[in-house]
């Protein structure tokens, strides 16, 4: 490193290095690709074995030239299988967007590629300058307010939130002993992937699936299938004013990250009003990592910032919001790409 005050020595880029970064800047294509190619189904499409651009157009109701430019293209990063005579297969990263398969992305693929989410990324850089939200700037209002009117955008973005819950779950099922709680309510819940998996492990256990009217109403078909729907209550309301009261655990998945710090307060506030004193609360959400580490919670971060106007939070700024709301974080414990963060009533 050049002392400080040094004019640092830089040096001509390789070609592979350019090469590097011009993948890294053209990323944009290749989540729209795979967006594309998760819309028309094609990797449900090809379970049972490899098939033709032909084949998949015509039951696609895609242009079988654009379809196969596509079907290629996806193919050369290794998501498909590029067969003799313009057949297709799916590869091992390709399984992963099958909607069956487990801890499927296809949810979160299908998700990130909608318009109204989509183009907001193209207010960063107004959102940089100026401190400003970009997606109020881009459609006049919040992120939430804009899907509860638009129940069709609600039920993509809860699929998509089980997406990434399905990815979270295994590592929080078996990262918290949850064989001594009688009752767990997850607080903006969503679709209610991870409280039917805590629930299945664990059948000793009750659940109370809380979230906004018009989400808990998209909810009820995806519970009535977990198999646990006996055991698990759905309870539309607003976490800013109220939630059930007397459990001995509330978990928040997801939820604090959305919000800055006043906000972030206020919720867990009234968690905290709920809970008794001998309660449990888990927050499952990453913890930012020091310098030049961990990127995948940074990017998240900005898409906090984008999006649904909030942050994710290092270790200390996680001790400081909890310890604001009346709680005491314990304990930090890692859960696949997330953690679980364990606090108790201060």
Same mark, same amino acid.
């Given at each position: 490193?050049?002392?400080?005050? %040094? ?10 290095? +350019? ?14 690709? +795979?967006?594309?190619?998760? =819309? !028309? ?6 379970? $049972? ?6 084949? !998949? ?12 430019? !596509?079907?290629?293209?996806? %193919? &050369? ?10 057949? #297709? %297969?799916?590869?091992? !990263?390709?399984?992963?967007? =099958? ?6 992305? &296809?949810?979160?693929?299908? #998700? ?18 100026? *401190?400003?939200?970009? #997606?109020?700037?881009?459609? *006049?209002?919040?992120?939430? $307010? ?9 039920? +993509? ?20 002993? #949850? ?26 256990? =009750? ?9 808990? %109403? ?44 006043? $906000? ?7 968690? =905290? ?61 890692? &859960? ?11």
């Amino acid at each position: 490193m050049p002392e400080s005050g %040094a004019v640092p020595e830089h040096v001509t880029p390789s070609v592979e290095t +350019i090469a590097t970064v011009r993948r890294l800047v053209n990323g944009y294509q290749v989540s729209q690709a +795979i967006h594309v190619l998760v =819309r !028309l189904e094609i990797p449900d499409r090809l379970t $049972e074995g490899p098939r033709s651009a032909s084949d !998949l157009a015509i039951e696609a109701g895609a242009h079988e030239p654009s379809l196969y430019r !596509l079907l290629r293209a996806v %193919a &050369a990063i290794g998501v498909l299988e590029e067969l003799p005579e313009h057949r #297709f %297969a799916l590869t091992e !990263l390709g399984e992963a967007l =099958r909607s069956d398969a487990v801890g499927s992305v &296809a949810g979160w693929a299908a #998700f990130i590629g909608r318009p109204y989410d989509w183009n907001v990324w193209a207010r960063l850089f107004d959102g940089v300058t100026t *401190g400003e939200h970009p #997606f109020r700037l881009e459609h *006049g209002m919040g992120v939430w $307010e804009y899907r509860q009117q638009r129940p069709a955008e609600v039920a +993509i973005f809860n699929r998509a939130m089980n997406s990434v819950t399905g990815a979270i779950s295994p590592g929080v099922v078996a990262g918290y002993d #949850f064989s001594k709680t009688a009752e767990v309510v997850d607080v903006g819940g969503g679709g209610g992937l991870l409280v039917t998996e805590i629930l299945k492990a664990n059948p000793g256990l =009750r659940g109370i699936l809380f979230d906004l009217p018009g989400t808990i %109403a998209d909810a009820h078909a995806f519970v009535n299938s977990s198999g646990v729907s006996d055991r698990c209550e759905l309870v539309g309301g607003d976490f800013f004013k109220a939630v059930p009261s007397g459990a001995d655990m509330y978990m928040l998945k997801s939820i604090l990250h959305d919000w800055y710090d006043k $906000e972030a307060a206020a919720i867990l506030t009234t968690v =905290r009003a709920a809970a008794r004193p001998d309660s449990v609360l888990l927050v499952i959400e990453p913890v930012i990592a020091g310098p030049n580490e961990g990127p995948w919670p940074k990017f998240a971060d900005l898409n906090m910032m984008v999006t649904a106007g909030g942050r994710e939070r290092t270790r200390e700024e996680w001790d400081q919001l909890f310890g604001s709301a009346g709680w005491r974080l314990d304990e930090v414990r890692p &859960a696949g790409m997330s953690s679980i963060l364990v606090a108790r009533p201060a």
